[in-house]
């Protein structure tokens, strides 16, 4: 089992920056698959990343490739999102989440979740 908790959050103007974080338990952090998705009032929760357990793949939304960057430290057991040039539409609640089977865009497909953590992006 892995437990998750972001931290990073806050409020930023639009065309500005936030890091997120999410620190892991557990000593098989490596083996999963973590992905960051996102949540705005009203609507569904929708995929903004993910990346495999050596760093080798990663994957993003359309909606954010080029802006965000996610990365981790296995060392560390941390896994981060970089998110650049921030928009108002990037405003949501950002969950960590992971994964040991599969590498998926969906939600479904994750087991393990953060609490989440709020950015607000003002315009």
């Known amino acids: 089992q892995v437990q998750l908790v972001e931290s990073g959050g806050g409020l930023v103007q639009a065309g500005g920056s936030l890091r997120l974080s999410c620190a892991a338990s557990g000593r098989t952090f490596s083996s999963y698959r973590m992905g960051w998705f996102r949540q705005a009032p009203g609507k569904e929760r929708e995929f903004v990343a993910i990346i495999s357990g050596s760093s080798a793949n990663t994957l993003y939304a359309d909606s954010v490739k080029g802006r965000f960057t996610i990365s981790r430290d296995n060392a560390r057991n941390t896994v981060a999102l970089q998110m650049n040039s921030l928009k108002s539409e990037d405003t949501a609640v950002y969950y960590c989440?992971?994964?040991?089977?599969?590498?998926?865009?969906?939600?479904?497909?994750?087991?393990?979740w953060g609490q989440g953590t709020q950015v607000t992006v003002s315009s």
């Open positions: 989440a992971a994964s040991r089977t599969a590498w998926s865009n969906s939600a479904g497909s994750y087991g393990y």
